[in-house]
């Protein structure tokens, strides 16, 4: 019998402790025998210990190693799934947004140089002023964090950065800033590695040249 199901996931993410098998059974809109079965299954692992009040069996929840496994797995699976409804929020948003630094790299790359930033799911978004409230409140509906300056742990993560006068382009369906004004930050900034990148794909006659590059394939 698989420990790790949607019932016995859902059990875990909202279960309290004080409340009945019912209550839970409520919350998370499934049949009361179901959620009493694994229940008792949660509870032969030491996730869940049943404590007998009245006529009532009243739920405690013990932390050990497999609450904290299911937990792990959990938080795991919300960040992927706020992650996917982020660009799909991109994807179909009428805001003047678009993905520059690092994301725009990213993006302009095709995936062949994935900065530090973009693999920990940190995204760079500059945004008219008059937009910039639309997209936070529309973030904020959909459990995205973001902010506008200092780092958070919270994952995905919408660094906003406010912006007039944005020139936006679409590559692969998504907003960025263009091919040049990337180029130029690069430069600025002496990123070779993403610059010989952008050269090898876009032909642009840069001298850019990465060390790690293999020359003898």
């Not at 499934?30 to 739920?59: D, H, M, P, Q, T």
């Amino acid at each position: 019998m698989k420990l790790i199901n949607e019932i016995t996931m859902n059990i875990v993410k909202n279960a309290k402790d004080g409340e009945s098998i019912y209550s839970v059974a409520s919350k998370i809109g499934f049949a009361y025998s179901a959620v009493y079965k694994w229940i008792s299954e949660l509870e032969k692992y030491g996730v869940i210990s049943l404590i007998r009040k009245g006529n009532k069996n009243i739920i405690k929840i013990n932390k050990n190693l497999i609450y904290k496994k299911f937990k792990e797995l959990d938080n795991a699976v919300s960040v992927i799934e706020k992650d996917n409804t982020f660009w799909d929020l991109v994807k179909t948003s009428k805001l003047k947004i678009r993905f520059v630094k690092g994301s725009a790299a990213t993006i302009w790359t095709k995936g062949s140089f994935i900065t530090g930033d973009f693999y920990d799911r940190i995204y760079f978004l500059e945004v008219d002023k008059d937009d910039v409230d639309k997209l936070k409140k529309a973030l904020k509906r959909e459990g995205i964090n973001y902010t506008e300056g200092k780092a958070v742990n919270k994952r995905p993560l919408v660094w906003i950065i406010e912006k007039e006068n944005l020139e936006i382009e679409k590559k692969d369906g998504l907003p960025v800033m263009p091919l040049r004004e990337l180029v130029e930050w690069g430069k600025e900034l002496h990123l070779d590695n993403i610059l010989e990148q952008l050269n090898i794909l876009y032909n642009l006659g840069l001298n850019a040249r990465y060390a790690e590059v293999v020359t003898n394939a």
